[in-house]
């Protein structure tokens, strides 16, 4: 079966200080991967998706960036934290063979408070 | 472009009570569905689906959702709800057109309160 780990589950960091959150999938392959973020009432916003090793598309622009160095792993970084990065972060997976069901998967979140 | 609407930020109900947790979307083309729950401080969990077929969509925990072509809606409801049913709800669209990352779009969330 598929699983998806997400960390760290909870991270205090101050402004300006650098960022490294990780997301690997397991047992599946090739899979699509999201980054959201969930901020208080404003629901899941959609940051970077990736249909392939290398290939990241970001939806909103800011202080984030994302990486996919392997086929199975995500990362979330930025070289400068804000305050306004604080936020609950949700890695997500979807089969990359299924072309129609959009069905996403979701790891446990990372918390992050910038301080 | 497509987008979600959940009319209620928050639904206090008690225990054994039905509710309806309502959601609409806009999309100018063809659409799949999604109802998620997020328990405090965890990821989101995937409640139920229309992807086609029938309207009446059965999903886990007793919900169930009715998709209304018609109205644009994918309403929630549950007969009869547990304390254990406290959580977030979200509602998510993703359209039939476009390339093959099919990106959901979530709605804002509604906390369902459930009081004994």
């Known amino acids: 079966s598929q699983t998806i780990h997400q960390w760290p589950a909870t991270l205090v960091q101050p402004v300006g200080s650098p960022l490294s959150l990780e997301c690997t999938v397991e047992g599946t392959s090739n899979p699509n991967l999201y980054w959201y973020r969930q901020a208080a009432g404003r629901g899941l916003q959609l940051l970077f998706y990736s249909v392939g090793i290398g290939q990241i598309s970001s939806e909103v622009p800011q202080n984030l960036s994302a990486s996919r160095p392997q086929d199975r792993q995500f990362i979330l970084s930025s070289k400068k934290l804000l305050l306004s990065d604080s936020g609950f972060y949700l890695c997500a997976w979807r089969d990359g063979r299924l072309s129609n069901t959009g069905e996403l998967f979701f790891g446990e979140g990372s918390r992050l408070t910038v301080l | 472009a497509q987008s979600v609407t959940q009319l209620d930020s928050q639904v206090p109900v008690f225990e054994e009570a039905p509710v309806e947790l309502r959601c609409n979307y806009s999309?100018?083309?063809?659409?799949?569905l999604f109802w998620y729950v997020q328990y405090p401080n965890q990821g989101l969990q995937l409640l139920l689906k229309y992807l086609s077929g029938s309207t009446l969509v059965k999903g886990i925990n007793g919900f169930e959702a009715e998709f209304n072509k018609s109205q644009t809606s994918f309403h929630l409801r549950k007969p009869s709800v547990h304390i254990s049913d406290t959580a977030e709800y979200f509602c998510a669209v993703t359209s039939l057109s476009g390339g093959s990352n099919y990106k959901l779009t979530f709605g804002k969330g509604t906390l369902l309160t459930v009081n004994p």
């Open positions: 999309s100018s083309v063809s659409v799949y």
